[in-house]
């Protein structure tokens, strides 16, 4: 896209829950089966955000995660 200061920008977007951005507790008070698929899919998530986030680097383009919030999407 182009921006108001004329700027062609080249983005790439990943669209995701907030819950699954911000990551899990760290040290919550149980560690159940939902507290661990939680943290495996932080971790996932994370390992291919640094991936995509070196991807972009290497082509000129920036990175970005987008949540629910950021669309204004109320749940």
Known sequence: YKRKDGI???EMIEVKP???VKGPPRN???KTKAWHNAVMTYVTNSAKW???TEY???RGW?????TE???????
């Open 69 to 75: 919030k950021e669309l204004g999407v109320l749940l």
């Open 8 to 10: 062609m920008v080249t």
């Open 18 to 20: 907030a819950s699954q």
């Open 56 to 58: 972009c680097e290497d």
């Open 28 to 30: 919550p008070k149980r």
């Open 50 to 52: 640094a991936a995509a």
């Open 62 to 66: 920036s990175f970005r995660i987008v």
